[in-house]
């Protein structure tokens, strides 16, 4: 816990403490020695106010942690990509070893079922029109069997978590 928290916690607790003890002495004086309402309105009104601003604080502390979150979550997974790119690169080469492949494969599936409990997404490429928020043009083509901006190979994937990109595909664009 912070020391702001702290301390806006410590506000209000005794905020709290002096609001009761007024209203227990309030109940133990008689009606004419009573706390002027100016003054009682005036603790009431500061109350509310330091109530509130403890909510939102707690509102943007939590924003902060999840945004925190995200951010250090990216920055695994943008270190563990090269590690899937090369496992596919693995997949892709011919053996003789059968098992040693099926092998790889598992690697690659597991790594990838990580990334998707943690919410990674690929972007998808092939056939889509080019984004340049979602792609990385590297070169273009001119081909008549694409259509116009439409992404004819990708050399690397990319990768998002929700709607924050954390690779851009990189990608050749035809016509």
Do not use: C, W
């Amino acid at each position: 816990m912070s020391m702001e928290e702290n301390d806006k916690k410590e506000d209000l607790e005794e905020l709290k403490n002096q609001k009761e003890n007024d209203k227990k002495e309030n109940s133990e004086k008689a009606d004419n020695e009573m706390v002027p309402k100016q003054d009682y309105d005036e603790l009431d009104d500061r109350y509310k106010r330091i109530l509130a601003e403890f909510e939102n604080f707690k509102k943007r502390s939590s924003k902060e942690r999840e945004g925190l979150y995200n951010s250090i979550l990216s920055d695994v997974v943008e270190a563990i990509l090269p590690i899937v790119d090369n496992l596919e690169n693995a997949v892709k080469i011919e053996t003789q070893d059968e098992e040693y492949k099926k092998g790889i494969e598992l690697v690659l599936k597991q790594v990838k079922d990580v990334l998707t409990s943690k919410g990674v997404e690929e972007i998808k490429a092939l056939g889509e029109k080019f984004d340049p928020g979602l792609h990385e043009a590297v070169s273009s083509i001119q081909d008549d069997n694409f259509g116009e901006k439409e992404i004819a190979q990708e050399y690397r994937k990319g990768y998002k978590i929700g709607s924050r990109v954390i690779r851009h595909s990189m990608v050749v664009v035809a016509n």
